[in-house]
């Protein structure tokens, strides 16, 4: 039977502490999907599975897994399955390009390829290959409707063993046979899709955190009962005192005795009670502090925009636009004003990235004045970022830190990251260009290598900047919650409405 079985598995880079800790998992035939925040990692759990990484700690074994095949996050690269499937002109290769809707003659043109259009190659090159192992990192990144349905069947058809990354919810539901939680440095399996799993994660921390609330209720009520207990035991003392008592002349020493002995007997019951009430104190602190409840990262995003000074901000007027020598649209005229909220919208290929390097060129705004956050950053731009960072003064790393912790990352772990993921690169991205209070902020398929919950904040700030929007999505209800505008460009045009 094919798996992988994690064995109370630990991994650390060279010198540094412990990226995840302690994880024992089994994936078998069929789907998995590992979620959690950027930097969580997730994709050192992907490297650890397909044997790119060994253990630090622990054991992890690998059975009947002949042939592996990794979709990666980025689509730079034309790779070598790309290429080989491609060229093949047998019955299966024909079937797996028929069914991801590709043309081999597109390949002569991969640098000028749509995102989505390198993503559909990508999978259907790792497909066509029939893997025991099938690891995919964010295949839904990219993709319009049509085309993420198609890669949806696609990943479906699949029967060995799969392991997926992804923020797309409906993916998530869809292919899990279980549902990893990668948190806090570790990782657990839930059962079913990602709603169920999230679900069931969500209960049991609720549920742990009002039993907490519970034994620190019942902690702080033994502690006042301890006060009191001492407050008892400091009178009862006071009393075996002789000086503490007034002796009646009429008194006999037996009289007296007696009396002492009964205030040692109060005072030794006092002590005790105090003893007792504190040893039930410490129990009930210690069954406090062994549950655990974890704080998330995370929090509202505010972006502190205006609108700029003047009323429009862009305007283009373009006989054609090229991506190199093709042609995607022509007659281009198109303007943005200082209060627009712009969805453009067209499929993989059409052109939204050339029009938007089209506009970007185009902008006469300061440049500190204007966010442009692309689908993909350059691989050297966490090194970038981290320069940057450093230049920076306090009370502007204190801004960025409180930004970037409200994405949901730790900014120093990422600067010092050798590599931050895709993810944490693109959160520093974000958070850096909020600290310069933008006039127009553009943005390219920005959910893109983003975890839920930071997609969500970023929604939510979004919806109430103040200045110009000019969004590239795929996902629709992103966009209907944030744009008033919508350019579409399609067969060579971009109509307005």
């Not at 789907?31 to 994709?43: C, E, H």
């Not at 904040?457 to 008033?484: I, P």
Request: glycine share 8%; net charge neutral.
């Amino acid at each position: 039977m094919r798996s992988i079985r994690f064995d109370r598995v630990a991994f650390a880079y060279a010198g540094g502490d412990d990226v995840v800790h302690d994880i024992t998992l089994a994936f078998t035939d069929g789907w998995s999907a590992l979620v959690g925040d950027n930097g969580a990692g997730k994709s050192t759990l992907l490297a650890l599975a397909a044997g790119a990484l060994a253990p630090t700690r622990g054991h992890l074994q690998r059975s009947h897994l002949a042939t592996i095949a990794v979709v990666e996050q980025r689509v730079d690269a034309l790779g070598d399955d790309v290429a080989a499937l491609a060229a093949r002109d047998d019955r299966a290769a024909a079937r797996w390009r028929a069914r991801l809707a590709l043309d081999p003659v597109a390949l002569d043109r991969w640098s000028t390829l749509s995102p989505g259009e390198r993503k559909r190659w990508q999978l259907a090159a790792a497909l066509a290959r029939e893997p025991d192992l099938l690891i995919v990192d964010e295949p839904s990144n990219h993709l319009d409707a049509e085309a993420l349905a198609r890669c949806a069947d696609a990943l479906a058809r699949f029967d060995g063993v799969g392991l997926l990354v992804s923020h797309d919810r409906e993916l998530l539901d869809r292919l899990p046979q279980q549902t990893v939680r990668v948190h806090a440095g570790t990782a657990r399996a839930w059962p079913g899709g990602y709603d169920a799993a999230r679900a069931a994660w969500e209960a049991e921390a609720a549920a742990a955190a009002t039993k907490r609330d519970e034994l620190a209720g019942a902690r702080r009520k033994l502690g006042q009962q301890v006060v009191a207990a001492r407050d008892r035991e400091r009178a009862a003392s006071k009393n075996v005192a002789t000086s503490a008592r007034m002796r009646n002349v009429h008194d006999s020493d037996a009289r007296t005795l007696g009396a002492k002995t009964v205030a040692s007997w109060a005072a030794a019951r006092a002590g005790r009670d105090v003893e007792r009430l504190r040893t039930r104190e410490a129990a009930a602190r210690a069954a406090e502090e062994a549950i655990h409840v974890a704080r998330d990262r995370g929090a509202a995003i505010a972006i502190t925009g205006e609108p700029a000074p003047r009323p429009w901000l862009v305007q283009l007027d373009a006989p054609a636009l090229r991506a190199g020598d093709h042609v995607v649209a022509r007659d281009v005229r198109v303007a943005v004003a200082r209060d627009q909220r712009i969805w453009l919208r067209g499929d993989n290929g059409a052109g939204k990235s050339t029009l938007l390097g089209a506009l970007v060129a185009a902008c006469t705004l300061p440049a500190e004045r204007v966010l442009v956050l692309p689908q993909d950053l350059p691989a050297e731009a966490g090194a970038a970022q981290a320069r940057t960072i450093r230049a920076l003064d306090r009370a502007a790393r204190g801004r960025l830190g409180q930004l970037a912790d409200a994405l949901g990352l730790d900014p120093d772990r990422a600067v010092r990251s050798e590599l931050p993921s895709p993810g944490e690169a693109r959160k520093l991205a974000l958070a850096l260009g909020l600290l310069l209070r933008p006039w127009l902020v553009i943005l390219d398929e920005p959910t893109n290598h983003l975890d839920l919950p930071s997609i969500e904040r970023l929604e939510s700030a979004l919806g109430a900047y103040d200045g110009a929007l000019l969004l590239v999505s795929h996902d629709q209800r992103l966009a209907a919650s944030l744009c008033t505008s919508t350019w579409t460009i399609s067969d060579g045009l971009v109509v307005t409405s």
